[in-house]
């Protein structure tokens, strides 16, 4: 199983950025698949998922400012962000399972300055 994530950067709070991520060694269309992020010091946090029929959960602070999607046929994750704030710099991870075991992307950065 390889997750790629994609599309971290530095912006200035109010913007957005659209991060991917790319999967390959899983049943994409059957997978449910997940957003979580670690800022510095805090512990790795679910920041969205969405199931393999496209149904999402997102957490509280970022609701309404996140939204995540997927491509079943590219097999690729999406989470476009709008109105970061400083508290959303972090790395971010993709994540899914596979028979019961969890996999996680090598993560892509986000930093986003007041």
């Known amino acids: 199983v390889q997750l790629q994530a994609s599309g971290g950067g530095s912006v200035q709070a109010g913007g957005s950025l659209t991060l991917s991520c790319a999967a390959s060694?899983?049943?994409?269309?059957?997978?449910?698949m997940g957003w979580y992020r670690q800022a510095p010091g805090k512990q790795r946090e679910l920041v969205a998922s969405i199931t393999s029929s496209g149904d999402p959960i997102y957490a509280d602070s970022v609701e309404g400012r996140f939204t995540v999607s997927r491509d079943n046929t590219r097999r690729r994750l999406y989470l476009q962000t709008h109105s970061l704030q400083p508290d959303d710099t972090a790395v971010y991870y993709c994540h899914t399972t596979r028979q019961g075991r969890p996999y996680w992307g090598q993560g892509t950065l986000v930093t986003v300055s007041s």
């Open positions: 060694g899983i049943n994409f269309g059957i997978s449910t």
